[in-house]
């Protein structure tokens, strides 16, 4: 046999999976590690804070935007397997069992 299967309904599934893990990721805040500064006046400590909190929320907002694309890709991937088994079976079924 040749050529691949792919299951719609594992792929609507990634999705949703994906999906969620862009919402925790979104929900973390990590731009709240700046905030450390304060407790740390002058410290070295205090200024990497300060400069990695807006870093970290910066890369984890990208992050969610890019696997909220990837979910939309694979969401779309699965409508047009799903589309093309559709197909595929009102055709057979139209063979009249030839």
């Not at 969620?20 to 990590?30: F, H, T």
Request: charged letters at 20%; aromatic letters at 6%.
């Amino acid at each position: 046999m040749t050529g691949f299967d792919v299951g719609p309904d594992v792929l609507r599934a990634a999705a949703t999976a994906v999906r969620r893990a862009a919402e925790v990721v979104r929900g973390l805040e990590l731009g709240r590690v700046a905030d450390l500064a304060a407790a740390l006046p002058g410290s070295a400590a205090g200024g990497t804070a300060r400069e990695l909190g807006p870093q970290w929320e910066d890369a984890s907002v990208r992050w969610a935007d890019g696997v909220d694309s990837y979910a939309t890709a694979l969401s779309t991937s699965a409508q047009a397997y799903q589309a093309q088994e559709d197909a595929a079976t009102d055709g057979f079924g139209r063979t009249g069992g030839r």
